[in-house]
């Protein structure tokens, strides 16, 4: 049994909170308003973020950081990427954590700000602790009704990342280990992007057939940035890359997809995120990688289009159809300079 601590009480951490007391581990959950934490000790639910669901009395819930990270050996992140660097500053003034935890992440975003990635933000704060992302197609919807989850745990760390699959997997969650921490935090976040597009392409009424293009035009996306920074570009075609690509651009439980729809339908950016009422990371990613990419000087013309219909104001239905009549290109870039596939 280990001494584990979940940052924030959302869907997401609320979620693994049940995983990790089920696999008979001891769990804090923190929340940062006490009057979250004494509903959900009145009611044992959190009806705004996971509805219909028990929350077994083992499970601790306290608003004080301090009493959440004593003596703990493992921290789960689940803020909000933006509001990831905030918390780990309250953190750091308030605790110093001279024993060994592991920090896990499960939160998915760029930040805004600094263009880092969750690991690095991490790392800035706890550069001597271990370092582990957990990603791959989950709703915390289905996870809390016990449904079969594959999930991916990334480290540089191997005996971190082998613990952190201990600690999550059983009979209905199972968790693979990847050394590639960048490429796997950059699937998570880049998917996010794709899924509000594949919502919009949805909520203008498009079929299959462009949500199918969404995603696999997005699956090059994420490989093309990948590449800049030192991502495997295997890691996209797993669990964290295409898996969660796939399931958040097709599930009715996907917040990003959701908003997508709102916007499609013609709903403004601001009235959609309101209406979903959880966090839409895509949202948020999409002005992080839009700056990424000028930055590194990469074609990203999905991420480039939302970014304009959700910032500038762009029209979604012009946006998709500058997306289907820009200039004509191949396919895959490699193929086309193979001299020997061409006849
Ligand atoms: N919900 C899901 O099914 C999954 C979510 N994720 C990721 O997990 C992260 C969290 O998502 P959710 O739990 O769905 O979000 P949520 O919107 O359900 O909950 C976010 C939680 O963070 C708290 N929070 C917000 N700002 C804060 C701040 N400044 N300080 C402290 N706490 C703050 C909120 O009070 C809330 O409890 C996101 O990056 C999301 O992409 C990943 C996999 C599955
Ligand atoms: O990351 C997720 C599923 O793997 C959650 O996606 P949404 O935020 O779109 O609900």
């Known amino acids: 049994m280990l001494k584990v601590t979940v940052i924030a009480a959302g869907s997401w951490g609320t979620a693994l909170a049940l995983v990790l007391e089920q696999n008979g581990h001891d769990v804090t959950v923190w929340a940062r308003r006490e009057s979250q934490v004494q509903d959900i000790l009145q009611s044992r639910r959190n009806d705004k973020y996971l509805r219909n669901i028990a929350i077994p009395e083992n499970i601790q819930f306290t608003s004080s950081l301090q009493e959440a990270v004593k003596h703990t050996e493992v921290i789960v992140l689940s803020v909000p990427t933006q509001q990831l660097n905030n918390v780990l500053e309250q953190m750091a003034e308030q605790i110093t954590l001279s024993h060994r935890v592991i920090m896990v992440n499960v939160s998915k975003g760029i930040d805004m700000g600094s263009l880092e990635l969750p690991s690095q933000m991490v790392m800035r704060y706890y550069p001597t602790q ?12 289905e996870v809390a009704l016990k449904l079969p989850t594959a999930l991916v745990a990334a480290s540089k760390n191997r005996l971190a990342a082998e613990i952190v699959q201990d600690l999550f997997s059983n009979d209905y969650m199972r968790v693979y280990t990847n050394p590639d921490v960048v490429g796997v935090e950059i699937s998570g976040a880049l998917k996010n992007i794709i899924a509000l597009g594949a919502g919009i392409s949805d909520g203008l009424g498009y079929g299959d057939n462009a949500k199918a293009a969404l995603i696999t035009r997005g699956i090059n996306e994420m490989v093309v940035l990948g590449q ?37 339908e013609g709903l403004s950016f601001d009235n959609a995120i309101e209406s979903v009422g959880m966090v839409v990371e895509g949202a948020y990613t999409v002005k992080a990688a839009y700056r990424l990419m000028t930055k590194l000087k990469i074609d990203m013309p999905i991420t480039k289009v939302l970014y304009r219909v959700l910032y500038e104001g762009k029209n979604a239905r012009e946006a998709v159809n500058y997306l289907m009549t820009r200039q004509k290109k191949h396919e895959i870039d490699e193929n086309a300079e193979k001299l020997e596939l061409w006849q």
Request: hydrophobic share 35%; charged share 15%.
């Open 228 to 264: 800049m920074i030192g991502a495997e570009t295997s890691t996209f075609r797993g669990l964290a890359g295409v898996g969660d690509l796939i399931v958040t651009c097709t599930s009715q439980h996907s917040r990003n997809r959701r908003c997508g729809i709102l916007i499609g």
């Open 130 to 141: 271990p370092f582990v992302v957990l990603s791959g197609p989950s709703h915390a919807e």
